[in-house]
C-alpha cells in the first residue's frame, strides 16, 4: 500500500497542497497534522510509522516534513529500510521524495 505523510508546522498553514501531491502520486492513505517539526511528539507521523510494513511505501512531499534533523531523518529511513519499507525516488508536488 502506498501511504503518505503531510504536516504544517502551524494552524495558520493548510495541508491542503500536500494532500492533493500525496493523492495525485498515489497515496491510498495520508496521515496528515499540524506540529512543529522540531517537537519529537508526532502523533500520526508515529501512526503512519507504526502501519508501514514490508511492501509499501510511504511517500512525503519533502523530506524536511518527515524529520526534524539529518540524524533523525536517517534514523527513520533506518527503521522503514528494515521493516521493508518500499523508498522510491521522484517528486511530489515539484518536491523530491
Known sequence: M?????????????????????????????????ASG??????????????????????VTRLDRLARSTLNLLSILDDLSRKGVMNRTGTVGGHLV
Open 38 to 59: 522540531a517537537k519529537s511528539d508526532r502523533a500520526e507521523l508515529a501512526k503512519a510509522l507504526a502501519r508501514v510494513g514490508e511492501g509499501d511505501t510511504l511517500l
Open 2 to 34: 502506498i501511504y503518505g505523510y503531510a504536516r504544517v508546522s502551524t494552524d495558520g498553514q493548510t495541508l491542503d497542497a500536500q494532500r492533493e501531491a500525496l493523492t495525485a502520486a498515489g497515496a491510498e492513505k495520508v496521515f496528515a497534522e499540524t
